[in-house]
């Protein structure tokens, strides 16, 4: 009865061991983080020397990325290039202090920007884009 219970004590002990142990591979890769934090309804105005369209309409542009600083903005913009068939430009928020990388061309309607916006969402590498509204 003693070997019994030590050796359900050692079976229950090395579950717990086990259990314990991480299974996650631990990586040291530069983690990108994209800001989201921006409503997906939001609304930006566009200074006239920015890289946006002269257009007095308001369209809608498909964003994948905003990043603090230009050299994450184009690293995450020439690793999208290679998971999508897209044209990619960055452009710089004053407003937001942000490097915006984004889909072009830009839409005039809504619902072609979320056909697309919707498209890039089932890559897991884009599945935080959303749209912004640009009113000139």
């Not at 407003?95 to 990388?101: D, E, F, H, M, P």
Request: net charge negative.
């Amino acid at each position: 009865m003693e070997k019994i219970n030590l050796s359900v004590f050692i079976v229950i002990l090395f579950f717990l061991f086990i259990s314990c142990s991480s299974t996650q591979q631990t990586t040291s890769d530069e983690h990108i983080y994209v800001f989201d934090e921006q409503k997906e309804d939001s609304k930006i105005t566009v200074k006239k020397d920015g890289e946006y369209p002269n257009i007095n309409d308001t369209y809608y542009v498909v964003q994948i990325g905003a990043f603090t600083t230009k050299e994450r903005a184009e690293k995450f913009s020439e690793d999208s290039k290679t998971k999508i068939d897209r044209e990619i430009i960055i452009t710089y928020s004053e407003n937001n202090n942000l490097y915006l990388v984004q889909i072009s061309p830009f839409f005039r309607s809504r619902q072609e920007a979320e056909l697309v916006r919707d498209e890039l969402k089932l890559i897991p590498a884009f599945s935080d884009a959303w749209i912004v509204t640009v009113n000139k």
